[in-house]
C-alpha cells in the first residue's frame, strides 16, 4: 500500500524565513515555488539520494487547527551520524524533539522541532543504506 516517501509537507507562518533556513539546512535552494494572490504560498525541495520531496506550506492553507505543539506525526529522514545531524540542526535554531536513541543495532532515531513548529525526524537506519546498495550495485 505505501510504496515510498512522496512528499513530506511542513507549514511555516513565515515562508521566506523557513524558505532559507531549509536552504541551508539541505545546501539546495527549492526547485519548485507557487504564489497563492501574489503572497508566497509554497516552496518545494528535492532531497537525499532518492530525491524525495519536502514542501513547505504556507500556514494560512493548515486544514486544521494548529495548536502550537508538534503534531504527532514524525518523518524521518536517513543520516549518516544521528548526534552531528543534531547537533547542526539545533546550531540552527532547532530544539530538540527527542533524544537520539538506539532501536537495535543499526537503527538510532533523534528528532527536533523547527523554528516554524515541525518535527523533523532524523535516523541511521541500516535498512535504508541496505536498499540504497541493493539499487546502486551493479
Do not use: C
Not at 545546501?27 to 508566497?40: D, H, K, T
Not at 504556507?58 to 545531524?85: I, L
Request: aromatic share 12%.
Amino acid at each position: 500500500m505505501l510504496r515510498g516517501l512522496s512528499t513530506v509537507s511542513f507549514f511555516a507562518d513565515d515562508l521566506t524565513a523557513a524558505g532559507a533556513w531549509y536552504t541551508e539546512l539541505l545546501g539546495v535552494e527549492p526547485y519548485f515555488r507557487r504564489s497563492v494572490e501574489g503572497r508566497l504560498a509554497y516552496l518545494e525541495f528535492r532531497t537525499g539520494d532518492y530525491g524525495h520531496e519536502l514542501g513547505i506550506v504556507d500556514g494560512r492553507f493548515v486544514a486544521h487547527e494548529r495548536p502550537g505543539q508538534p503534531g504527532p506525526a514524525t518523518t524521518y529522514w536517513h543520516v549518516d551520524d544521528p548526534a552531528a545531524a543534531l547537533e547542526r540542526l539545533e546550531s540552527m535554531g532547532a530544539t530538540v524533539h527527542d533524544k537520539p536513541v538506539e532501536h537495535g543495532p543499526g537503527f538510532v532515531t533523534a528528532s527536533v522541532v523547527d523554528p516554524f513548529g515541525n518535527v523533523l525526524g532524523v535516523m541511521y537506519n541500516q535498512h535504508y543504506l541496505d536498499v540504497l546498495a541493493a539499487r546502486t550495485e551493479p
